[in-house]
């Protein structure tokens, strides 16, 4: 409304310039903008999360790869987000086992799990769940179609040709993720 406010008396591309320069106005630095795409993303904004996830997977869609991200079934989206490294505590042995233990496992959750570098999305979270990396990845329906990481969403496609998930493979992906996000939402 304070913008609207702010454009009375102006027409064609001063109004463009005042809405843009407002928007400036009340926007993050880049830099500020990074910081908070490499934090607990999930955690403060899972929303936010979701958004960033599809918006990432959509742009690399075709007419003839296109998948509608958005479809909610009883008021729920059927795209949800996936935790690749499981956020739950009991993690099976395989996970303890890539990750180095217990101790190793615990940490690398506590610091990475909610991190976008961790995060897809996928109609078939129920199915993945817990299971291990591999599985996960691999993972068909009854009809041997990839419902896993092999999906064909290019936000998977680093997932797909991997053997494990580790926190190094987190960390590099959050930073690659972070920096399509901000190409993506340019301010002038």
């Known amino acids: 409304m304070t913008i609207i406010e702010k454009l009375d008396g102006l027409t064609g591309r001063p109004v463009v310039d005042r809405v843009t320069q407002e928007l400036i106005d009340v926007s993050s630095s880049d830099a500020d903008f990074r910081q908070r795409l490499e934090g607990p993303i999930y955690d403060e904004n899972t929303d936010v999360a979701r958004f960033i996830l599809a918006t990432l997977s959509e742009d690399a869609m075709t007419k003839e790869t296109r998948t509608d991200l958005w479809v909610q079934e009883k008021g729920h989206f059927v ?9 739950g505590t009991n993690l099976p042995k395989d996970w303890l086992d890539m990750l180095g233990g217990r101790d190793a496992a615990a940490a690398a959750q506590e610091e990475h799990v909610h991190r976008l570098g961790n995060l897809t999305i996928t109609a078939y979270n129920s199915t993945l769940s817990n299971k291990s990396f ?55």
């Open 79 to 87: 795209w949800t987000i996936e935790h690749i490294l499981p956020q």
């Open 134 to 188: 591999p599985e996960k990845r691999d993972r068909t329906d009854p009809q041997g179609r990839s419902i896993g990481y092999r999906n064909g969403l290019s936000l998977n496609a680093d997932l797909a040709t991997k053997n494990s998930w580790t926190v190094d493979d987190i960390e590099e992906r959050t930073t690659r993720l972070a920096s399509q996000v901000i190409a993506r939402f340019p301010l002038p």
